[in-house]
Every structure is written in C-alpha cells, then in structure tokens.
C-alpha cells in the first residue's frame, strides 16, 4: 500500500457562544478527490467545534487512509493550533492546569486530540478566515449549513 500525503482543512462555528454549532473539514489525499464531512451540536461553544473539527478529520485519516506520509492541517482557529502546538505541553505537566492555575477548558477535547494527533505526522498551520482560500470558505459553508439545519429545527 503506498503511502500518501494529506491536506486537511478544518473549520468549527457557533450561533451564539454557546448555541448551535457546526464543525467541518474537506481533505484531499491526492488520490481520491476531496471528502467532506460535517456535524454540529445544538449546544455548543466556538472552540468545541473548532476541535471537533480536527478531531474528526484525524478519525476520518485513521481510519481510511492509513499509511500516510505527511498531514498537512490547516485551521483558521489560533486556539486549535496553539493549544496542539505551544500549550498543551504545559497543560499536561501543570495536570491539566493553565498558567493561572484553572483548569483547562474543553480538557476533554485536547484529550482527543492530543492521542489522534500524537500517534501522526502533522505539521499544523494556521490560514487567515475569510480570506478566499477555497477549501477553507468550503468547510465554513459547511459549518454554515449545519448551524442553519439547528437552528430552523428549534
């Protein structure tokens, strides 16, 4: 089996913060096309779904593309690629603590992340919202779509 290189987009959003929230990604492995997936919740927050975003597209890799070469993530959240990137080392040595001593917020979430992530070859970069990059505004359609779908189902 060969192994391939990927490039992930990912995107998570929210109607109110909390409120209805949708997440997103679209890869592209180079072989078959580009996937897209999306969700959301009906009670969520901004930064759950940014990850969530992530998270799913990791699962999706996992499970469908194994073996890679490279993944190449690409989010317009500086929370989602600092927090994988910077702070999380601290979090972990401080248990799960910031700098200020609180806890840390969607703990449950860097959690996943951090074993999807620790187990890949990812070199994470964040791009500029809104900006017209294609695959980006395409996972914030998604997004979109999903909070609309939630909120004209209340």
């Known amino acids: ?15 109110g913060n909390p409120g209805p929230g949708g997440w997103a990604f679209v890869i592209n492995d180079g072989e078959n096309g580009l996937v897209e997936q999306s969700g959301g919740e009906s009670q969520t927050t901004n930064n759950r779904m940014e990850l969530q975003a ?34 999380i080392h601290t979090w972990k040595k401080n248990g799960w603590r910031t700098a200020a001593k609180a806890p840390v917020k969607n703990k449950e979430y860097w959690i996943a992340l951090d074993s999807l992530a ?24 998604l997004v979109r779509q999903e909070m609309d779908l939630l909120l004209n189902n209340r």
């Open 1 to 15: 089996m060969q192994k391939r290189d990927v490039v992930v987009f990912t995107d998570g959003g929210c109607s």
């Open 118 to 141: 620790s187990k890949l070859p990812i070199t994470w970069h964040w791009v500029k919202g809104h900006a017209g990059i294609e695959l980006n505004e395409r996972c914030d359609t």
């Open 54 to 87: 992530v998270i799913k597209a990791l699962e999706y890799i996992s499970i469908n593309l194994k073996p890679v070469t490279s993944i190449q993530i690409h989010t317009d959240s500086q929370y989602v690629k600092n927090g994988i990137t910077l702070w």
